[in-house]
């Protein structure tokens, strides 16, 4: 939502089975089922949720209801929506980007990588402000990015 903008609809979103695994803290063949008990706990915040599997990944249909309800617990200063506002910003550098990341601690990991896909990687090196690794390239014309759990992205072996 807050990359892409809110508009008040059903909003799709996949996962594969290893990032549900990581994110879960199961075996893949708990996935269904925690995924089916996580869907009637919180249906009356959410609205039911539509699980549908295929091949390796899990898609999740969150309703008109479960969308607002997100919207609404969005801040804009918390540490996501002032990034993504930094990055959309015209000439946003990596300075730029690293400024957001020291405004919300002083433990942050910050390394220049060449691995054909990223030029950095920027994450918090404690839990609790933010635990997802952000991964940067710059195009020449404006910065990309893309977060992953830590284990995912040692998984894809970046």
Known sequence: MLKLGYES???GINY???????LLGCSESEVAEILADFVGEYESVFGRIEVSPKDNLYRLDIPQ???DYVHGELSDDEFLSVLIRTVRQPKCSIDDVKKVFYTFSDK???EEVSNG??????????DGTDDFWYCFH??????????????DYLDFGF
């Open 108 to 110: 942050v990991h910050f």
């Open 117 to 126: 896909e990223f030029d950095y990687l920027i994450y918090f090196e404690e």
């Open 9 to 11: 609809h059903t909003v």
């Open 65 to 67: 209801k479960g969308v």
């Open 138 to 151: 710059d195009d020449g014309l404006q910065l990309e990015y893309h977060r992953f759990i830590k284990e």
């Open 16 to 22: 594969t089975v290893p990032s549900l695994c990581h």
